[in-house]
């Protein structure tokens, strides 16, 4: 074939390399686009909602190694095996569009959301600059003003994240950049011990955070919470006092709207008078709980979130955005995000563009290149209107309370709680057990029931649920409804199955 091109008279040859026409075969590739997508509308999409699938084909990670053949060679192999790849992947990945998937804080599927990742992953684009991402940075623009309103402020700003844990690291070097901006440009060398707070329910990228800024776990103060898991005001005032007192700077307390395992609501009103009272940036962590308010009914569990100076909020958990979709969104509309994070790279972000340059907006971004996150939500928020958001988030309270009501009624469940957003936390009590005494013989052995249900029902399929270990309370399963895919059936058939699957334990 090269020496066909060789004897072209146009050839040109580089370093053995000929430079006519493209390498790649559109054709071939066109067809391999075409017959993939197929894979995925038959065995993905067509799917998605049908119970009589499992939720994940299980296998060993040396069995798995052997089917999917995970070795990269020196030539590239045939379109027809690459689709059977395609249907192996496919097939042997959780299935988190399932409507029996429960295990994590997102599931699901919007049709809206998945067409607009199609259309970017397609398109490929970078979000930094106004022209080489146009529509991608207006919609990005639209969405945060509309988050914004939601959230109570008048204005502010806001840039979509890869996580809720990178939103909360944002926010934690934005507010302390806030109390001594000199550390950007003279770095952590003479300053004062810095500490913030955050309540022992917090998500651990708090943690992460602090490590990763040069701040030191050590100056995360972790502030006691109730029983349901809410950060304890009072509690909150007395370490600040304390932090105080031992010469150290507070700068920053970290509420929690939707913990991830008990699903709690901190007391933001009364946390954001002490921070009043005290100059500290209040942040609000709302990556789980913040699509409550989209909904009338529930958004007073975030009653006091307009004083935040910032918030996490994380669509593809309720609201089935599409991972990733993480916004942190900032009181401050004077450019304080730009003034922290910009570095001003000449060859990006000229000031002598023809168009108006306060639409590159990548530089108050820790990022360069940047997925267009929010036109999943954008897309979805234009085809079902705020009014289909609401639904989404009243059904799935509706159905967590459901689910409440029929776990009372059944011998043999538990509830850890009542809850107050869509975290269901629950003991199971096999027969065996349900007549021995309350002590610790009693509470060693259900600690080993959640972990083999959880085995049987990965092995057989049926379905996922999340368990764990609590703040000295023993393994429990956490079910968290979110997926408007997810029906009344479904929370029955659940109990069912946990009853079916330990009726020998």
């Not at 509420?255 to 005290?278: M, Q, R, S, Y």
Request: glycine share 6%; hydrophobic share 40%; with cysteine.
């Amino acid at each position: 074939c090269k020496q066909e091109m060789l004897q072209k008279k146009s050839a040109v040859l580089v370093d053995g390399v000929i430079l006519n026409g493209p390498i790649m075969d559109s054709k071939a590739g066109e067809k391999f686009v075409e017959e993939a997508c197929k894979i995925i509308m038959e065995e993905v999409v067509q799917k998605a909602d049908d119970v009589t699938e499992k939720v994940c084909e299980w296998q060993a990670p040396e069995k798995l190694k052997q089917i999917l053949d995970l070795e990269m060679r020196d030539t590239g192999e045939c379109h027809q095996k690459i689709l059977q790849l395609c249907r192996d992947v496919i097939k042997y990945s959780v299935k988190t569009n399932h409507p029996r998937f429960f295990n994590q804080l997102y599931a699901g599927i919007d049709y809206y959301s998945l067409v607009a990742r199609f259309i970017t992953e397609a398109l490929n684009p970078s979000v930094y600059t106004y022209e080489v991402s146009p529509v991608f940075l207006l919609v990005e623009e639209a969405v945060i003003k509309k988050m914004i309103e939601f959230i109570g402020w008048e204005e502010g700003d806001g840039i979509f994240n890869p996580g809720g844990s990178v939103s909360n690291m944002y926010a934690m070097n934005l507010a302390r950049y806030k109390f001594c901006p000199e550390i950007k440009e003279k770095g952590l060398s003479g300053l004062p011990r810095l500490v913030l707070f955050a309540s022992e329910e917090c998500h651990y990228s708090m943690k992460k955070a602090a490590s990763f800024l040069g701040i030191g776990t050590e100056n995360v103060y972790f502030i006691k919470t109730d029983e349901r898991g809410k950060m304890i005001p009072e509690e909150l005032e007395k370490q600040v006092q304390r932090a105080r007192k031992e010469g150290s700077a507070p700068f920053l307390v970290c509420a929690t709207a939707g913990t991830t395992v008990l699903g709690a609501f901190d007391p933001l009103d009364k946390i954001a008078d002490i921070c009043e009272n005290h100059g500290l940036w209040l942040h609000v962590d709302a990556s789980w709980g913040g699509s409550a308010l989209v909904s009338r009914k529930h958004r007073r569990l975030l009653h006091g979130i307009h004083r935040a100076d910032s918030v996490a909020w994380n669509p593809h958990k309720m609201l089935l955005a599409g991972i990733q979709c993480c916004a942190l969104l900032v009181k401050d509309n004077s450019g304080l995000l730009k003034k922290c994070y910009s570095a001003e790279a000449a060859y990006l972000f000229q000031q002598d563009k023809f168009y108006d340059v306060s639409y590159d907006t990548g530089d108050k971004s820790i990022q360069c290149s940047r997925r267009p996150d929010a036109f999943k939500f954008w897309l979805m928020w234009k085809a079902l209107g705020t009014t289909g958001l609401e639904e989404r988030v009243n059904r799935a309270l509706a159905l967590a309370r459901y689910l409440v009501e029929e776990i009372k009624k059944r011998e043999g469940f538990q509830l850890l709680l009542e809850p107050e957003y869509a975290n269901v936390c629950f003991w199971y009590i096999p027969p065996s057990l349900r007549k021995m005494e309350d002590g610790p013989d009693f509470w060693q052995k259900l600690h080993q029931v959640a972990p083999v249900i959880k085995e049987r029902m990965m092995k057989k399929g049926s379905m996922m649920l999340g368990y764990q270990p609590h703040w000295g309370k023993v393994n429990f399963f956490r079910q968290v409804v979110i997926s408007p895919q997810v029906s009344r059936e479904d929370m029955d058939f659940l109990l069912d199955e946990i009853e079916l699957l330990a009726k020998d334990l």
